[in-house]
């Protein structure tokens, strides 16, 4: 059964910094993987999708890089805003396109 | 609409109760997905519609839990005789084909409280 971890449940840093979270699964076997910001009280907002056959997507300040073999994947935030804080998702795709998620990080960029 | 539309927003109920919950999907979008998401943890997948035909209900957690979607568009969660630990934000996506590889666009959720 696919388990979707991250790390950390929470990160607080100051306005500007640079900041990586993690995401690891225990199945390889993956079509794709995405990473959704959630705000509180609110649904998701997809970030970035990464298909199993590629190994990163960029969209502005963010990078998400994915690394099958090993079960890993990150999300790169460059120069982090206060904007930026919410919680975010990690989940890999299956192949009915169901979506496994993790319990997310909660982000708190402090101005 | 622009996006995936959900109602209620809230619902609040008494144990024993029976609720529906109704997704309206982005209009063109074949494929539907209803989630659970409890406090402090991710969506959990609960059913997969293809068209008017649940294509994967392997998340529903019990056969208090039913899904329709009759025409293909619109879908509503069903939950009989409703239990405290039902009380969750149920979310709604939806995708163009449902193939691998899509985005799911989620919608705002309903968040269900079960007295």
């Known amino acids: 059964k696919q388990e979707v971890t991250q790390i950390p449940a929470a990160l607080s840093v100051p306005e500007g910094e640079n900041l990586v979270l993690n995401c690891s699964f225990t199945?390889?076997?993956?079509?794709?993987l995405q990473w959704f910001r959630q705000d509180p009280g609110k649904g998701l907002t997809s970030l970035l999708l990464?298909?199993?056959?590629?190994r990163e997507q960029t969209s502005g300040r963010l990078n998400a890089s994915l690394d099958k073999s090993s079960g890993r994947s990150t999300l790169y935030i460059a120069a982090s805003q206060p904007g930026d804080s919410a919680t975010y998702l990690c989940?890999?795709?299956?192949?009915?396109?169901?979506?496994?998620f993790g319990k997310g990080t909660k982000l708190s960029v402090k101005p | 609409g622009a996006g995936v539309s959900q109602t209620p927003s809230n619902k609040v109920t008494e144990k024993g109760k029976y609720v529906e919950l109704r997704c309206d999907p982005i209009?063109?979008?074949?494929?539907l997905y209803w989630y659970r998401q409890s406090l402090g943890q991710g969506p959990e997948f609960l059913i997969y519609?293809?068209?008017?035909?649940?294509?994967?209900d392997s998340g529903l957690p019990n056969d208090r839990f039913f899904a329709v979607r009759p025409e293909g568009s619109v879908s509503t969660l069903k939950i009989q005789r409703t239990e405290r630990g039902d009380s969750a934000v149920y979310l709604c996506?939806?995708?163009?084909?449902?193939?691998?590889?899509?985005?799911?666009?989620f919608g705002p959720g309903t968040r269900l409280l079960v007295l």
């Open positions: 996506a939806s995708s163009l084909l449902g193939s691998d590889g899509e985005t799911q666009y």
């Open positions: 199945d390889s076997a993956i079509y794709n």
């Open positions: 990464i298909q199993s056959s590629q």
């Open positions: 989940a890999v795709g299956g192949s009915q396109g169901n979506l496994i």
């Open positions: 209009s063109g979008h074949t494929a």
């Open positions: 519609f293809q068209g008017t035909g649940a294509a994967d």
